[in-house]
């Protein structure tokens, strides 16, 4: 399956963990190049989203399509990586008419993109040439590679236990143990297959459930060279026990397939991570200060990246997830559970 880091916003939402952040559109400056780029070595497209501030009201002013973004052809945009450029060209998607919505909608929203695929741990830079002569620049360096060693990928995880561990292992290019991530956040999917009654065809359905975030550094066993986090698996049973849409959508006769949980790493650059910090500090003496690395605009530019695996759930917690849950429909299949 195809990853594409496509940024479906009509203003500029950043979110990792439990985290959600906003660019202003609006600016007293004038017109400002707003930027906002998540390089991903794992995408098959990478996405850049480029827009304008202005000067006036803002509730009336953000509804304005043109005054809030540039047409096709005021903009050159490219990313350049060691000394050879990589042209982006421009897309349109179409947004929906959202009479509620407090941005533009019922039109087309621009975005530039490339199919070059990205290499891990280089940097690269977005340069922006306006008509006016103004060149909009910044620089970010992708993730290095890393690899989920633990759990492994036929392991058959055993969630009555209390304690365990997720482990990956940096492989940059040059051999190096340390990541040159800020931060990572481990997340893990409880995944299950539902038919309802009258229902013909099974339906895949998940539950997140977060395991734990924090710094690299953090993060980092300088003995064994490897990064972990512990987390309790036992708490998975609380995890399934509290969902809502399994107390609300229960009804006599579901059946339910427990499938392989998916275990997800995401890492972040240090650009990103400033970013939250600064931004969603509080102060009793001064505003929040903005977080911008964009030369000649505002915005952000950095990297992001999601590694994932999926492992078996075993035998035993099979039947206490059936025998604890009763109403819910799960159903104990012997054999190994799905993909």
Request: aromatic residues 14%.
């Amino acid at each position: 399956m195809k990853k594409t880091n496509f940024i479906l916003l009509a203003f500029f939402a950043f979110v990792i963990c439990s985290c959600s952040n906003k660019v202003d559109l609006y600016s007293d400056k004038g017109d400002s190049t707003i930027v906002y780029m998540m390089l991903d070595t794992d995408a098959d497209t990478n996405f850049v989203k480029i827009t304008k501030s202005f000067v006036g009201n803002a509730n009336e002013m953000a509804q304005n399509y043109d005054a809030c973004n540039y047409q096709i052809g005021e903009i050159d945009v490219k990313l350049v990586h060691d000394k050879y450029e990589i042209p982006m060209y421009p897309i349109q998607k179409w947004l929906p008419y959202d009479p509620n919505s407090t941005f533009y909608s019922g039109c087309y929203q621009t975005y530039y993109y490339t199919t070059v695929k990205l290499v891990s741990g280089e940097k690269y830079k977005l340069v922006i040439t306006r008509n006016d002569g103004v060149v909009v620049t910044s620089e970010a360096k992708t993730i290095d590679n890393f690899e989920i060693s633990t759990p492994s990928a036929d392991q058959k995880v055993n969630f009555t236990s209390s304690s365990f561990k997720v482990i990956w292992v940096n492989r940059n290019a040059h051999g190096e143990f340390k990541t040159n991530a800020a931060m990572f956040e481990v997340a893990a999917y409880f995944r299950y297959e539902e038919l309802q009654p009258g229902a013909t065809e099974w339906v895949e359905k998940e539950i997140r459930w977060t395991l734990g975030k924090g710094l690299s550094d953090d993060l980092y066993d300088s003995k064994y060279g490897y990064y972990f986090l512990p987390y309790t698996p036992k708490s998975l049973f609380d995890i399934v026990g509290t969902d809502i849409y399994l107390k609300n959508n229960s009804p006599q006769g579901v059946q339910r397939k427990i499938k392989k949980v998916r275990y997800e790493i995401t890492a972040i650059g240090d650009e990103f991570y400033n970013y939250l910090i600064i931004n969603n500090s509080s102060s009793a003496i001064q505003d929040t200060p903005e977080y911008t690395n964009i030369e000649n605009g505002i915005g952000l530019m950095s990297a992001r990246v999601t590694h994932s695996r999926k492992v078996i759930v075993n035998e035993i917690s099979r039947k206490k997830i059936v025998e604890d849950f009763p109403d819910y429909g799960f159903i104990y299949d012997p054999n190994d559970p799905a993909d």
